[in-house]
């Protein structure tokens, strides 16, 4: 079967716009026996990145996933191939639980201070 071009554009944003009107589960804020926000650890690490650590922002439950757990990473090194700018964080990053549970290895501190990270889980969010 062979469509024109204007056809077949009309045709997939009709698809995009159905599946836009899908309404998809809320995450809920929950609580968790070791993972809270404000907590620091240390993690896994890749060669040369023993100082970066991870810090706990947000805990919450999505069904058919689980918990997941919002981070921010610090003190990683991000190289820029282009000669740009080299970040040297992640202000939001999801994780299920089960990975975070694997990835760190211990427990810094705890504060009350959460970085902010609005704009990041708002965007993964929406």
Not at 53 to 74: A, Q, Y
């Amino acid at each position: 079967m062979k469509f024109s071009i204007p056809i077949f554009l009309l045709l997939l944003s009709t698809v995009v716009c159905l599946s836009k009107d899908k309404t998809c589960p809320s995450p809920e804020t929950v609580k968790d026996s070791k993972f809270r926000p404000g907590q620091i650890w240390q993690y896994r690490t890749r060669p040369g990145e023993e100082n970066s650590f991870l810090t706990i922002l947000r805990v919450e439950s999505l069904p058919k996933i689980g918990t997941i757990i919002h981070v921010r990473v610090d003190k990683v090194r991000l190289r820029n191939c282009t000669g740009g700018p080299e970040p040297d964080n992640f202000q939001h990053m999801p994780f299920t639980r089960d990975a975070l549970e694997r990835s760190t290895t211990k427990l810094v501190k705890e504060t009350l201070q959460i970085p902010e990270y609005k704009m990041g889980y708002d965007e993964w969010h929406n």
